[in-house]
């Protein structure tokens, strides 16, 4: 009876302590349940039958300045690499977006927004036509089918389809395109200009989302060929590489082009004296028209700028292969104060991202002053024609940072803006410290975590980066987009896996998914199969969850009651977000330990202790010493005697 007895004492004694222990394995197990095809591997690489489809654009359009009104035909030579048959295809039809009755117009705040646009017509089509003939095709909002006469052969089948279309071009368009008058005329800035195709892939077939304003876009990839014809002394500079200079600049101007090409230096083209000479030479003359063509190749998408008000200059970009490209601002004189160190930011975010991530594959990178206040797309940025110092190195680089997320690695920005957006929050930061010398490194915001963890992990409205971005409350986007995944990097580089193993990896995928469309899971798989680590506790707690971290010293005693034999400290995790602890510990014979202990040292509880190799009383020991993880409570971070 009394063993028996003593058995029920000692098995009450392991069920209480047992009670203690909060069991972490859920928060370790794999996020997704991923079963690796032929088109995508586990290794998150694509797979050996990896496919997508291809669009190759030919576009003539006009740029009515009179009317403010675009006239185009764009020739869409599609290519169908799927395994599957395709009975119909499916374009987006993004200026339908600013009609009075589009669905983003009914999703927008009542009281206005950033995404909100001018009320415009949308798209007016004139005809369309496949392989020559009269297509039967349903627009629906900012999508258009079109049915084709037969389904298109799978692995390799072609078809061409022909649009003629026109749009006003709206004043203010959602922040990603417009037009804003200065004094010498008006300046516009061309996005989302011609009928492009959906995207087909072996995720979710036909990818049809609206287009609502806060989500972006998701494109093909395909060469361009496209020319823009404008009133006489309207400049048009657009994605790509100009094909005929000799036609649409002076002999001055072109001596200009050709020496900046060759120069570090920003050399100017069109200075502001000559944009006042040559409007006033066209108040005298006949005005004519002129037409620029530009070739953009393997790219998912064009815009270009065109005003009559614009100062033009350029420099040489250096690119680590000895291959050269041309940074170009163009601006109005109003913007001049800030703007004339423009091409020397573009240089400078374009050279940084080509030697530390991947090199730059366009012929140009153009900047343009304007109504929109930061837009990017392939080659090309719009930024807000007011900003100077600070300001515009931070847009300026954070546009040009896009071309490499998603301009290169062409993820779906209507569903996942994060893995564009958070991206690039995250090598923003790097380049911002680099650039002359650290001359705007008190900019870069996410040297401020710390400050914003409170906002971020307590906030009553708080949502995970996960949420597609037409969903976010409006102002949790930044949030949610930008600042925690740009973060969340931060953390995988400087804290969980130290920057070789983060930056081969990182430098993996792009190579990896470089014009490709990469999903989430392909992104966790790649940078877990590089750098050797299980992150799913990761990528759960911060991109699925809105978990805070809290860890806290508790309690310090010494080996046998002896400070020559070391310490056992005593922590806790007290909220719900696992991290590795990184410790300063502080000897009273002057010694300082920085120590980190793994993740897994939370596997089988929210408590842990930990033998410290010290040899003297300890005066200090601080959890998170550069307060680089965003604790919500860093006064428990420390313990002192």
């Given at each position: 009876?009394?063993?028996?007895?003593?058995?029920?004492?000692?098995?009450?004694?392991?069920?209480?302590?047992?009670?203690?222990?909060?069991?972490?394995?859920?928060?370790?197990?794999?996020?997704?349940?991923?079963?690796?095809?032929?088109?995508?591997?586990?290794?998150?690489?694509?797979?050996?039958?990896?496919w997508?489809?291809?669009?190759?654009?030919?576009?003539?359009?006009?740029?009515l300045?009179?009317?403010?009104?675009?006239?185009?035909?764009?020739?869409?030579?599609?290519?169908?690499?799927?395994?599957?048959?395709?009975?119909?295809?499916w374009?987006?039809?993004?200026?339908?977006?600013?009609?009075?009755?589009?669905?983003?117009?009914?999703?927008?705040?009542?009281?206005?927004?950033?995404?909100?646009?001018s009320?415009?017509?949308?798209?007016?089509?004139?005809?369309?036509?496949?392989?020559?003939?009269?297509?039967?095709?349903?627009?629906?909002?900012?999508?258009?089918?079109?049915?084709?006469?037969?389904?298109?052969?799978p692995?390799?089948?072609?078809?061409?389809?022909?649009?003629?279309?026109?749009?006003?071009?709206?004043?203010?368009?959602?922040?990603?395109?417009?037009?804003?008058?200065?004094?010498?005329?008006?300046?516009?800035?061309?996005?989302?200009?011609?009928?492009?195709?959906?995207?087909?892939?072996?995720?979710?077939?036909?990818?049809?989302?609206?287009?609502?304003?806060?989500?972006?876009?998701?494109?093909?990839?395909?060469?361009?060929?496209?020319?823009?014809?404008?009133?006489?002394g309207?400049?048009?500079?657009?994605?790509?590489?100009?094909?005929?200079?000799?036609?649409?600049?002076s002999?001055?101007?072109?001596?200009?082009?050709?020496?900046?090409?060759?120069?570090?230096?920003?050399?100017?083209?069109?200075?502001?004296?000559?944009?006042?000479?040559?409007?006033?030479?066209?108040?005298?003359?006949?005005?004519?028209?002129?037409?620029?063509?530009?070739?953009?190749?393997?790219?998912?998408?064009?815009?270009?700028?065109?005003?009559?008000?614009?100062?033009?200059?350029?420099?040489?970009?250096?690119?680590?292969?000895?291959?050269?490209?041309?940074?170009?601002?163009?601006?109005?004189?109003?913007?001049?104060?800030?703007?004339?160190?423009?091409?020397?930011?573009?240089?400078?975010?374009?050279?940084?991202?080509?030697?530390?991530?991947?090199?730059?594959?366009?012929?140009?990178?153009?900047?343009?002053?304007?109504?929109?206040?930061?837009?990017?797309?392939?080659?090309?940025?719009?930024?807000?024609?007011?900003?100077?110092?600070?300001?515009?190195?931070?847009?300026?680089?954070?546009?040009?940072?896009?071309?490499w997320?998603?301009?290169?690695?062409?993820?779906?920005?209507?569903?996942?803006?994060?893995?564009?957006?958070?991206?690039?929050?995250?090598?923003?930061?790097?380049?911002?410290?680099?650039?002359?010398?650290g001359?705007?490194?008190?900019?870069?915001?996410?040297?401020?975590?710390?400050?914003?963890?409170?906002?971020?992990?307590?906030?009553?409205?708080?949502?995970?980066?996960?949420?597609?971005?037409?969903?976010?409350?409006?102002?949790?986007?930044g949030?949610?987009?930008?600042?925690?995944?740009?973060?969340?990097?931060?953390?995988?580089?400087?804290?969980?896996?130290?920057?070789?193993r983060?930056?081969?990896?990182?430098?993996?995928?792009?190579?990896?998914?470089?014009?490709?469309?990469?999903?989430?899971?392909d992104?966790?798989?790649?940078?877990?199969?590089?750098?050797?680590?299980?992150?799913?506790?990761?990528?759960?707690?911060?991109?699925?969850?809105?978990?805070?971290?809290?860890?806290?010293?508790?309690?310090?005693?010494?080996?046998?009651?002896?400070?020559?034999?070391?310490?056992?400290?005593?922590?806790?995790?007290?909220?719900?977000?696992?991290?590795?602890?990184?410790?300063?510990?502080?000897?009273?014979?002057?010694?300082?330990?920085?120590?980190?202990?793994?993740?897994?040292?939370?596997?089988?509880?929210n408590?842990?202790?930990?033998?410290?190799?010290?040899t003297?009383?300890?005066?200090?020991?601080?959890?998170?010493?550069?307060k680089?993880?965003?604790?919500?409570?860093?006064?428990?971070?420390?313990?002192?005697?």
């Amino acid at each position: 009876m009394r063993r028996l007895t003593a058995l029920f004492v000692l098995m009450a004694l392991h069920l209480a302590a047992w009670a203690q222990i909060k069991n972490q394995q859920p928060k370790f197990d794999k996020l997704f349940d991923f079963r690796a095809t032929p088109y995508r591997s586990a290794s998150g690489f694509p797979g050996p039958e990896y496919w997508q489809n291809r669009a190759d654009y030919r576009i003539e359009a006009e740029l009515l300045t009179d009317k403010h009104r675009l006239e185009g035909k764009v020739t869409i030579d599609y290519t169908n690499n799927s395994p599957d048959a395709l009975p119909f295809v499916w374009l987006q039809l993004d200026q339908n977006k600013f009609k009075a009755d589009s669905r983003g117009t009914a999703t927008m705040p009542v009281e206005g927004g950033r995404h909100i646009g001018s009320i415009t017509n949308g798209y007016e089509l004139k005809s369309v036509k496949v392989n020559g003939k009269e297509a039967q095709y349903i627009v629906s909002d900012t999508r258009m089918r079109i049915d084709l006469a037969a389904p298109l052969a799978p692995k390799g089948g072609k078809t061409t389809i022909t649009i003629e279309y026109a749009f006003d071009i709206p004043e203010y368009g959602a922040d990603r395109m417009g037009r804003k008058q200065f004094e010498h005329g008006w300046v516009y800035e061309m996005a989302q200009w011609y009928p492009r195709m959906c995207v087909y892939d072996d995720i979710s077939g036909w990818n049809v989302e609206p287009y609502l304003g806060a989500g972006e876009f998701y494109l093909e990839y395909g060469d361009f060929d496209y020319k823009i014809t404008v009133p006489a002394g309207v400049v048009v500079i657009g994605s790509g590489e100009l094909q005929n200079p000799k036609e649409v600049y002076s002999a001055e101007e072109l001596k200009a082009w050709e020496k900046a090409q060759n120069s570090d230096k920003t050399v100017t083209i069109i200075s502001a004296k000559d944009v006042e000479k040559k409007i006033k030479m066209l108040e005298r003359a006949r005005r004519g028209k002129v037409t620029w063509h530009y070739v953009m190749k393997n790219a998912r998408d064009v815009a270009f700028g065109a005003s009559q008000a614009f100062i033009v200059d350029a420099a040489r970009i250096n690119l680590p292969s000895g291959r050269k490209a041309l940074a170009i601002s163009c601006y109005p004189h109003e913007s001049m104060k800030g703007w004339q160190r423009s091409t020397e930011y573009t240089k400078a975010s374009i050279e940084h991202y080509s030697t530390m991530w991947y090199e730059y594959p366009y012929p140009t990178a153009v900047n343009v002053a304007g109504i929109v206040a930061g837009m990017e797309y392939p080659g090309v940025s719009f930024c807000k024609w007011s900003d100077e110092g600070d300001d515009l190195w931070g847009v300026t680089d954070h546009e040009f940072g896009h071309n490499w997320f998603p301009m290169i690695v062409g993820n779906n920005e209507r569903l996942y803006p994060w893995m564009d957006e958070g991206f690039n929050t995250f090598i923003n930061h790097y380049s911002t410290i680099a650039f002359n010398n650290g001359e705007y490194k008190q900019s870069d915001y996410l040297q401020y975590a710390s400050r914003l963890a409170g906002y971020i992990f307590l906030s009553p409205n708080r949502e995970p980066i996960a949420t597609y971005p037409d969903v976010v409350d409006d102002s949790n986007l930044g949030i949610t987009a930008y600042f925690k995944p740009g973060y969340g990097l931060f953390l995988l580089r400087e804290v969980i896996l130290g920057p070789e193993r983060f930056d081969r990896a990182f430098r993996a995928y792009i190579n990896a998914w470089a014009y490709k469309h990469p999903t989430p899971i392909d992104f966790f798989n790649t940078i877990e199969n590089v750098a050797g680590e299980e992150l799913d506790w990761f990528w759960r707690g911060w991109f699925y969850e809105t978990w805070a971290l809290d860890q806290a010293v508790s309690k310090v005693k010494y080996v046998d009651d002896d400070p020559a034999k070391g310490a056992i400290v005593a922590l806790e995790n007290k909220g719900e977000l696992l991290m590795p602890v990184v410790m300063e510990v502080k000897e009273e014979n002057g010694k300082v330990h920085r120590l980190q202990f793994s993740v897994e040292i939370w596997m089988k509880g929210n408590t842990k202790e930990l033998r410290l190799p010290t040899t003297s009383r300890i005066s200090a020991i601080t959890l998170d010493p550069d307060k680089l993880m965003m604790d919500i409570n860093y006064g428990n971070n420390t313990w002192t005697p």
